[in-house]
């Protein structure tokens, strides 16, 4: 069953006896670690299988062996190979799909939806834009002149802000220091950090946790990135000296990346900007409460990206169904 390398079948898996007792074996530890170790559980089921079916099987390895090749990290699921390693809410890795939706702020219906692999929002805010054109062309020639776009922190990429600025969007993208704010963060474990330290756009300064001006001195291009740095010559005679500038002379605060990135954050400095963008956090999250909490959706029941995806859509269906209901109630009553 293999060679002189080593690459061949174990004897617990060709013996049938020593088979028996390796089922067994894991079968026992499944029982005990049931929540602790669903890869177990998972080859298991695979083993049993193959006492049955042993063409089916293969036939399933070889296309898991498919399927890891496509995954980014070479690791995939036994149960839904086309799910994805993510972190959830609490911190823990699961095996999920990653749910977006655009939601409309003045009725709450949900205007698009779908699930994909990616683990994070940085590709999903041009997809979730154009499946809204797409779906707003049946009722408009074009875009509302009054469209805003929302999104938070896990949208701000150089690709994002170009895309809202190239087609004329009204887009507001939460940054790191909005986000931690939001979340009151404790920026002063750390007070000379570059979030502290508030930036004045109609004067183009930096201005420090002491009230300091920085002046914008230089603009410069580095890798093909432009960036500007801001620095003031009164760190010298500063007392917190050793702790913002350690064995610097002075501090010096950066601003890198894309223009449009930067111009992004620079908007959602203003106060009217974070006022827009507080309204994303009742419009986007109570829908996705209402679908989890009152519709029950703690979990997918489908295994595949397309059976997900489709179920994901009728739970976003029957959001929009209640949503209609209660509106047509009100107005009758």
Partial sequence: ???????????????????KETVKEIEESSKSNRNKDKFR????????????NPEDVLKKLNELEEKVKESPKDVISINDPDARLMKNKKGKWEWDYNAQIIVDEYKGIILTSYVTQNPT???????????????????????????????????????NTTYLEEKGIDGYISTRKLSRKEK????????????????????????CPLGEILYRRRTYEYKNKQRTSYWTNECKNCIMKEYCCQKDNYRIIQDYGNPSKIRMQRKMET???????????????????HIK?????????TTGIKNTNTEFKLYTIGHNLKRIYNEINRKNN
């Fill in 1 to 19: 069953m293999g060679d002189e390398s080593g690459n061949s079948v174990p004897e617990s898996l060709t013996d049938k006896e020593k088979f």
């Fill in 41 to 52: 559980s998972s080859s298991l089921n695979l083993l049993k299988q193959s006492k049955e």
């Fill in 121 to 159: 929002d940085h590709f999903e805010l041009i997809p979730s834009l154009e499946q809204l054109k797409t779906n707003l062309e049946e009722i408009y020639d074009e875009m509302p002149s009054n469209f805003q776009f929302s999104a938070d922190n896990g949208y701000s990429t150089d690709q």
């Fill in 184 to 207: 009151k963060y404790n920026l002063w474990e750390k007070p000379f950090q570059k979030d502290n330290f508030d930036y004045d756009a109609e004067i183009e300064t930096y201005i």
């Fill in 271 to 289: 106060d009217w900007a974070q006022k827009i963008y507080k309204k994303r956090s009742k419009t986007a999250e109570l829908p996705f409460a």
């Fill in 293 to 301: 909490q009152n519709m029950k959706l703690y979990e997918f029941t």
